[in-house]
């Protein structure tokens, strides 16, 4: 069993060995060992607060994005309300317009017709004024056809212009 207890001589000379190896181990690696324990903790701490500071910033950003957003949207609205007004609008004047140049057509129209139709009542007028005098004529030259009656005609005009 000497394998699996071990003597005092060997226990003296671990823990002497033991010592040595932690004196150098304090005197050296320790504080080497905390210094860069010390700055990774401060590292991750900058870290921490960096991340931190990202994150934050990134709320902000979101936020501004947000207002930005519900602003973009607002002047779109009203870009497309004003776009609708202006086509409302430009719809209006050309319905004004083409009523007006409508009217304005009918009118020159009616004046066309009424001028058409002075011009066909004229011509009627001329026509039967030729027809009258034709007619006339042609009952003269009936009445007239006895020398005697063409006498006493001329005779009866005589007197009246006398008076």
Do not use: C
Request: net charge neutral; charged share 35%.
């Amino acid at each position: 069993m000497p394998l699996i207890t071990p003597s005092f001589g060997l226990i003296f000379w671990m823990l002497i060995g033991f010592g040595i190896l932690f004196f150098i181990l304090y005197k050296f690696a320790w504080p080497v060992i905390l210094k860069m324990i010390n700055e990774r903790e401060q590292f991750i701490q900058q870290k921490l607060t960096e991340a931190e500071t990202v994150r934050q910033e990134m709320k902000n950003l979101k936020s501004e994005h947000h207002q930005l957003l519900i602003q973009a949207k607002d002047e779109r609205d009203k870009i497309l309300a004003d776009a609708r007004k202006m086509i409302e609008r430009m719809y209006d004047d050309a319905k004004i317009r083409r009523e007006k140049e409508t009217d304005a057509l009918m009118a020159e129209t009616r004046q066309a017709i009424e001028n058409e139709k002075k011009k066909a009542i004229v011509e009627i007028k001329n026509e039967i004024a030729h027809l009258s005098i034709d007619v006339a004529e042609k009952i003269l030259q009936e009445e007239l056809k006895e020398r005697s009656r063409q006498e006493d005609i001329i005779h009866k005009w005589v007197e009246k212009l006398k008076i």
